[in-house]
């Protein structure tokens, strides 16, 4: 049995929802610090896949094609392919099909894609400091 909750319930309506977080009454604290990760829960809807990060950070530097994106990521065909409509749909890479022979597919972040440059570079930086750190701490190599 779970310990009691230590809010208030007003009437018997109110108890028959307790197991559903939606219909809890919430506290002012609550929702002032549900409120404050709302943009960070945003942005990992976003961006927050492993491929679609991924994804991001190979295009930083320039367009690139369909397969030499899916050599960089080893993603394979289907999954970068689902990405890629993913990341155009969110307005985060453009994507250019040139029809001259060889037909080509190219793809380049958006100025909303490219402005994720910066939080790519600090995140690098961090892992540079901490995950070295981490690995130190438990004897284990980066290479």
């Not at 604290?29 to 190979?58: K, N, T, Y």
């Not at 080893?74 to 990341?87: E, F, G, I, K, P």
């Amino acid at each position: 049995m779970s310990s009691p909750d230590p809010i208030e319930i007003e009437d018997d309506e109110s108890s028959e929802s307790t197991e559903n977080p939606e219909s809890t009454p919430r506290s002012d604290a609550a929702e002032a610090v549900s409120d404050a990760a709302c943009p960070i829960v945003d942005s990992l809807e976003q961006i927050g896949s492993r491929w679609r990060l991924v994804v991001l950070h190979e295009l930083q530097n320039d367009e690139l094609r369909f397969n030499e994106l899916k050599r960089e990521t080893d993603a394979n065909a289907r999954t970068l392919s689902r990405v890629l409509d993913d990341l155009q749909e969110l307005g985060f890479v453009n994507r250019r099909l040139e029809e001259a022979a060889p037909v080509a597919t190219y793809y380049s972040l958006t100025p909303k894609g490219r402005s994720l440059c910066p939080v790519f570079e600090e995140i690098e930086q961090w892992a540079n400091e901490w995950l070295a750190a981490c690995d130190d701490e438990t004897g284990m190599s980066t290479e």
